[in-house]
């Protein structure tokens, strides 16, 4: 129901093995989620983690919830999973002798601040404890190892989730790669970022996976079936070499332009 892409054939295909489960901060039977659209809740403000505002749930893939904050606009959408530490019923903040927020950028005279807290919550859908999930523990070490392959949030499209490879290991840090993509969307995360997850996450979840990309699988790279093949980390680590003579690369419009690869998924 997710497309053609097999993990199962993929890792015949290139011999490849996936990060153990035990590498990952995530539950070991992804969470349910039992939010609804338009339901708020309390969230840290992802601009400012140390205030606490209203969130409302705008959709959801599987247990990552699309959360918008009240008072902010609709081009700060973010996701969380469900079982987010940083996410809490209504009313959390205030047993705790805290106050409620406005987001960063609240689009409107911080004095209306009170009032617009008391109209947004009046009469709202409020999210029921039981959609709050403790969070899993924390591995008490980074054990990914080179080569390993893992599904992981494209942040540049934080809707999608891809298959990918454990590009390099340093200390806490993972460099993650994006299978068939060159690199454009590759990122450096802590070995217990909540953005990556064991190979068959998405299958367990409920959550789309995006096939590999095909940058990089050119001919030679293809096996006899024609089936994808991811590049080796040597040769992933090479920058991709620059044809002068390609359209569009004296005017900038490579494929590490941001303008281009940050742009529609
Ligand atoms: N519209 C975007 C989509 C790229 C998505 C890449 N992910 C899956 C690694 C583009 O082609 O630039």
């Known amino acids: 129901s997710h497309g053609s892409f097999s993990w199962d054939a993929y890792l015949k295909d290139t011999g490849?093995?996936?990060?153990?489960?035990?590498?990952?901060?995530?539950?070991?039977?992804?969470?349910?989620?039992?939010?609804?659209?338009?339901?708020?809740l309390e969230a840290s403000d992802p601009r400012n983690l140390t205030s606490t505002c209203i969130a409302t749930v705008i959709g959801n893939l599987g247990p990552r919830l699309r959360l918008r904050l009240d008072g902010s606009d609709n081009k700060n959408d973010f996701?969380?999973?469900?079982?987010?530490?940083?996410?809490?019923?209504?009313?959390?903040?205030?047993?705790?002798?805290?106050?409620?927020?406005?987001?960063?950028?609240?689009?409107?005279?911080?004095?209306?601040?009170?009032?617009?807290?008391?109209k947004t919550l009046n009469g709202a859908a409020i999210a029921p404890d039981c959609a709050?999930?403790?969070?899993?523990?924390?591995?008490?070490?980074?054990?990914?190892?080179?080569?390993?392959?893992?599904?992981?949030?494209?942040?540049?499209?934080?809707?999608?989730?891809?298959?990918?490879?454990?590009?390099?290991?340093?200390?806490?840090?993972?460099?993650?790669?994006?299978?068939?993509?060159?690199?454009?969307f590759d990122y450096w995360c802590r070995y217990d970022s909540r953005e990556i997850f064991p190979v068959n996450w998405c299958a367990l979840s409920g959550h789309p996976l995006q096939p590999p990309g095909q940058k990089g699988v050119s001919q030679h790279k293809q096996n006899k079936q024609g089936k994808h093949q991811s590049l080796t980390p040597s040769e992933r680590s090479k920058p991709p070499s620059i044809n002068i003579s390609t359209p569009g690369y004296k005017l900038g419009l490579g494929e590490s332009s941001p303008s281009v690869c940050s742009t529609l998924p």
């Open 16 to 40: 490849e093995i996936p990060a153990p489960q035990s590498c990952f901060k995530q539950a070991l039977v992804p969470p349910k989620c039992e939010f609804k659209p338009g339901m708020k």
């Open 79 to 118: 996701w969380r999973l469900v079982d987010c530490d940083s996410l809490q019923p209504i009313g959390s903040c205030e047993k705790k002798g805290g106050l409620l927020q406005p987001p960063l950028g609240f689009c409107k005279n911080p004095s209306y601040w009170p009032m617009f807290l008391q």
């Open 132 to 184: 709050f999930i403790t969070e899993p523990p924390t591995p008490p070490k980074n054990e990914f190892k080179l080569g390993m392959k893992l599904e992981a949030v494209d942040r540049k499209n934080p809707q999608l989730i891809c298959p990918a490879t454990v590009g390099s290991v340093n200390g806490d840090q993972i460099h993650v790669t994006f299978d068939g993509w060159r690199g454009a």
